[in-house]
């Protein structure tokens, strides 16, 4: 199935939760913080400005980003979850 975001928007495949904590204990499932970081899988063709143009998506299909926590939408599909954002709710574009 595929997922195709409208607008502004971006569907992020967020990373797993780290097992362990620096010092090597495990966490329980409970304690784990959901990350801030995910990969783009798509993006909207973006927002749509008064003039009737569309403005230009400042991210892309597979770039790694960090996002603002509590932010977005996250949805199930096919046992796989995902997140749901605005293009504005991405803080950064991590570069390696």
């Given at each position: 199935?595929?997922?195709?975001?409208?607008?502004?928007?971006?569907?992020?495949?967020?990373?797993?939760?780290?097992?362990?904590?620096?010092?090597?204990?495990?966490?329980?499932?409970?304690?784990?913080?959901?990350?801030?970081?995910?990969?783009?899988?798509?993006?909207?063709?973006?927002?749509l400005l008064d003039d009737?143009?569309?403005?230009?998506?400042?991210?892309?299909k597979n770039d790694e980003?960090?996002?603002?926590?509590?932010?977005?939408?996250?949805?199930?599909?096919?046992?796989?979850?995902?997140?749901?954002?605005?293009?504005?709710?991405?803080?950064?574009?991590?570069?390696?």
């Amino acid at each position: 199935m595929k997922l195709r975001p409208l607008d502004d928007k971006v569907v992020i495949k967020q990373s797993e939760a780290e097992e362990k904590t620096a010092g090597g204990i495990i966490l329980p499932d409970a304690a784990k913080e959901k990350p801030q970081i995910g990969k783009i899988l798509a993006v909207g063709p973006g927002k749509l400005l008064d003039d009737g143009k569309r403005s230009k998506m400042s991210v892309k299909k597979n770039d790694e980003v960090i996002y603002a926590r509590y932010i977005g939408s996250e949805v199930e599909i096919d046992g796989e979850k995902f997140v749901l954002l605005r293009e504005c709710d991405v803080l950064g574009i991590i570069e390696k």
